[in-house]
């Protein structure tokens, strides 16, 4: 019996061995690695977060349609102020960016480099792995414990943050035919005061962070989104989905790599500004706007409002034009009608030379 099972064993081993040599040698390399890192943690996100938003909607790289554009978001403004308060911790409730920084220091998303042309870069080089060097930049006092960076909720700059850079995309799928518009990258704007003169310094950008990276952290980030309404039934990432906030264009992407920021009159700056939201617009609406050309096999095509208007006009003048003919012709047939009456009416003129017959010399 042991010699059965022993045979059995070594026929089975034999069979593995060949299926594996019996592979190609790429194969074989990549079944070791594989087999290599079974003991290695997994690379994929596996935190709560991810889990509870597990499939966020990613934009087509095939589109046949798509323009980006660069939007400042005001957070002193109505609209974008839900991105602002509260300003320190609340409860539960915090902004923005206190939520973001609280993120980055526990190393749960990534965040970008902001270069100096303003054009994000999501590469593994241009990423902050160090939180050391940024809080050192803004002279953001934190404590370090077991190689980990603390700030207290007071040492947060979430109150000189009253800017947003967003990154927006506008776009048309044509595999579901819908026009789309969705944030694919922000950056939060430091606007650190002068404690001597009380002005404004020049905006310092902080950091780039990609919209993919942080949605599925959003969706757990509460706010309340209007002063009319005091109850918190949206979060950050239906804020940002559905456009709630308003914001000026301060670039777009473009071949030439024009900024519009650089413009320094403020009346070309606003009309460059208008004719782009214009020009957004008037594409959204263009997609389901019926083509104005009639087609010779549909009988009931519909013509534009300005053609509508157009063949209106031009029936009432034929109409008016006609009726016009129709008076001009009775009045012309009255004085026909008039004149030969008077010729009817008028008597005749006999000469005395003339002799005139009578009926009873005729009968004679």
């Known amino acids: 019996m042991k010699k059965f099972a022993f045979l059995i064993l070594g026929f089975s081993f034999l069979i593995s061995t060949q299926s594996v040599w019996g592979q ?53 403004a109505d609209k974008n102020a839900p991105l602002y308060y509260p300003v320190e911790p609340n409860d539960r409730q915090v902004n923005l960016f206190t939520y973001i920084f609280r993120l980055f220091l ?7 480099t902001y270069k100096l042309d303003g054009n994000e870069s999501f590469a593994e080089k241009d990423r902050i792995k160090d939180a050391k060097e940024l809080l050192d930049r803004y002279y953001i006092y934190y404590e370090e414990e077991n190689g980990k960076y603390k700030v207290a909720d007071n040492d947060v700059p979430s109150a000189q943050v009253k800017r947003y850079y967003v990154k927006e995309s506008n776009y048309f799928d044509q595999r579901t035919g819908t026009y789309r518009s969705r944030v694919t990258a922000f950056c939060p ?41 005091n109850v918190i039934n949206m979060t950050a990432d239906d804020y940002f989905t559905l456009n ?9 992407a473009n071949l030439q790599g024009r900024v519009l920021a650089n413009e320094t009159d403020t009346v070309k700056l606003r009309k460059e500004q208008q004719k782009i939201e214009q020009q957004l617009t008037d594409f959204e609406k263009e997609i389901w706007r019926p083509s104005e050309k009639k087609d010779t096999l549909d009988s009931t095509a519909v013509a534009s409002p300005q053609k509508q208007t157009k063949t209106v006009k031009n029936r009432v003048a034929e109409k008016s034009a006609a009726s016009g003919e129709a008076v001009a012709k009775k009045t012309t047939t009255r004085r026909s009608a008039s004149a030969t009456t008077e010729k009817q009416q008028k008597p005749k003129t006999r000469t005395a030379t003339t002799p005139v017959a009578s009926a009873r010399r005729t009968r004679r």
């Open 106 to 112: 526990a190393n749960r998303i990534p965040v970008y």
């Open 189 to 229: 704007v430091l606007m650190d005061e002068d404690e001597d003169f009380g002005s404004a310094s020049a905006p310092k950008p902080l950091f780039w962070v990609k919209y993919d990276d942080v949605a599925p952290y959003l969706s757990r980030l509460p706010m309340m989104a209007s002063n009319l309404n």
């Open 24 to 76: 190609p040698t790429k194969r074989r390399s990549t079944t070791s690695n594989a087999v290599a890192r079974k003991g290695q943690p997994a690379e994929q996100k596996t935190d709560r977060a991810s889990l509870m938003f597990p499939v966020s909607e990613d934009m087509p790289e095939d589109v046949v349609w798509r323009r980006d554009i660069y939007r400042q978001l005001d957070l002193t």
């Open 244 to 252: 709630r906030y308003e914001g000026k264009i301060y670039k777009t």
